[in-house]
T-cell receptor
């Protein structure tokens, strides 16, 4: 298994543009998590899905952020419109109901200018 | 509410010296505790979980429920241990992890 796959690895965009981050979890994992990592706030859980259903989105900072999981092998995190303060590394992670821990993707480094 | 506290943002020790990265947690039930490591600009990797009670790369961590701590220890630090270390807590099941702010460990030659 190639692990959790995120794309793109790097994204530079202008303020106001729509940004879409993608994640492919490990096959067979039934939980998927989106985290944001910044120097100031560390790692923050934004939203997580269980069996493709959003369970807790209380960490999503604003209505500009939305996430979907249309099937068990794909999820997106969208920011529309993007702002410079959204610049961060966004990690996706998946797990099998917490068994054996959580596997993280390589992250997407987002820069909004 | 669950919370993870890592009091040291930066810890610098010499190669061969013992290392202890502190982690304290707040949780009303029986949590699962983890240590994750992030080498420079790489993904987070699971280092330890308290349930498995294993030693990885010479690191160990013991869950102390009385002190609500899960400190990470290594008797002899190596230069390749330099990284960011995150303590994390899960309430179990399919819940997400709550992370501490991380400790940047620097091993000096």
């Amino acid at each position: 298994d190639a692990g959790v796959i995120q794309s793109p690895r790097h994204e530079v965009t202008e303020m106001g543009q729509e940004v879409t981050l993608r994640c492919k979890p490990i096959s067979g994992h039934n939980s998927l998590f989106w985290y944001r990592q910044t120097m100031m706030r560390g790692l923050e859980l934004l939203i997580y899905f269980n069996n493709n259903v959003p369970i807790d989105d209380s960490g999503m900072p604003e209505d500009r952020f939305s996430a979907k999981m249309p099937n068990a092998s794909f999820s997106t995190l969208k920011i529309q419109p993007s702002e410079p303060r959204d610049s961060a590394v966004y990690f996706c992670a998946s797990s099998l109901a917490g068994v054996n821990g959580y596997t993280f993707g390589s992250g997407t480094r987002l820069t909004v200018v | 509410a669950q919370r993870v506290t890592q009091p040291e943002k930066l810890l610098s020790v010499f190669k061969g010296a013992p290392v202890e990265l502190k982690c304290n947690y707040s949780y009303s039930g029986s949590p699962e505790l983890f240590w994750y490591v992030q080498y420079s600009r790489q993904r987070l990797q699971l280092l330890l979980r308290h349930i498995s009670r294993e030693s990885i790369k010479g690191f160990t961590a013991d869950l102390n429920k009385g002190e609500t701590s899960f400190h990470l220890k290594k008797p002899f630090a190596q230069e390749e241990d330099s990284a960011m270390y995150y303590c994390a807590l899960s309430g179990g099941g399919a819940d997400g992890l709550t992370f501490g702010k991380g400790t940047h460990l620097i091993i000096q030659p």
